[in-house]
């Protein structure tokens, strides 16, 4: 399948390769070895994880990169205790598989408004926050 977007490749910083077989219930494998995964359907009883426990994960990690990018812009420090509970859902309605996610963000420290504030700046420029604009029902809550 191909999009009618042309890929912007002006500078490209890191690509991530892997190889899958066997879908839902197979392997993936990194190129460089790093990430060696049994994949599962999500809530079976086999050993291990799933494309939505993985994308939660990705981009729970690269969200608090993009407060950190916020915090330290604002000449705040962000506690080492900073957290995202990530909760991505797979959904169906009408035969139609579909997803949507709550991002559960922790800024241990930091005053309400200034967390809603960093919050919102990052999900502004986090590549996965970019991605899934427009396309999935995202919850984002300070806890």
Known sequence: MENNKTLQSEKVLYTGKTHTTGGREGFSKSSDGNLNIKLSTPGGNEAGTNPEQLFAAGWSACFIGALGIAARRRKIRLSAETA????????????????????????????????????????????????????????INII
């Open 84 to 139: 995202i509970d990530a909760e991505v859902d797979l959904c169906m309605s009408d035969d139609t598989y579909f997803l949507q996610a709550r991002l559960n963000v922790s800024l241990p420290g930091i005053d309400v408004e200034t967390a809603k504030l960093l919050t919102e700046e990052a999900h502004q420029t986090c590549p996965y926050s970019k991605m899934s604009r427009g396309n999935i029902n995202v919850e």
